[in-house]
């Protein structure tokens, strides 16, 4: 038995990323080790946050959302009968979930995908782009549903 890991940031795509990995993780009898993964708010010029708005109250909303996805994939998986371990991370998320996979030895790593075209992530990148390109395993790029 291994550990899979999950990224997720409580988005569609990221929702069908943990039903995959629940699923295979259930049929396996691995592990599920759930990630949320959160940038430093940038504003204009640089600034560590948008000007005119609190820092403090951005920062607090982030966390509990974060709080909040890593909660609601933990009572799922439980529900299912997978063990299931979460970590909060911060930085940049392609990079913190492939180490965080290379630190658990993980056997693949989940991730959701927004369905951006080529045009669009070369304007603004993807992390599930970025994890297949830095990743030394299995990647499971999942697409949200259409909407």
Known sequence: ???MVVATDGSPGADVAFEQALELASATGDSLAVLTVWQALQGDFGLPYPPGVA????????REH???TLAGAEK??????VTIQTRLLTGDPAEQICFFA?????RL?????????AVMRLL???????????????VLVCLAPPT
Not at 55 to 62: P, Q, T, V
Not at 76 to 81: L, P
Not at 110 to 117: E, Y
Request: glycine letters at 14%; proline letters at 2%.
């Open 76 to 81: 799922r998986a439980r529900v299912a009968g």
């Open 55 to 62: 820092l403090s109250e951005l920062l607090r909303a982030e």
């Open 66 to 68: 974060a709080e909040a």
């Open 102 to 106: 290379d630190d658990l030895e993980a």
């Open 109 to 117: 790593i989940a991730v959701g995908s927004r369905g951006h075209g």
């Open 1 to 3: 038995m291994g550990v």
């Open 124 to 138: 603004v990148g993807s992390v599930s782009a970025a994890v297949i390109q830095r990743a030394g395993r299995p």
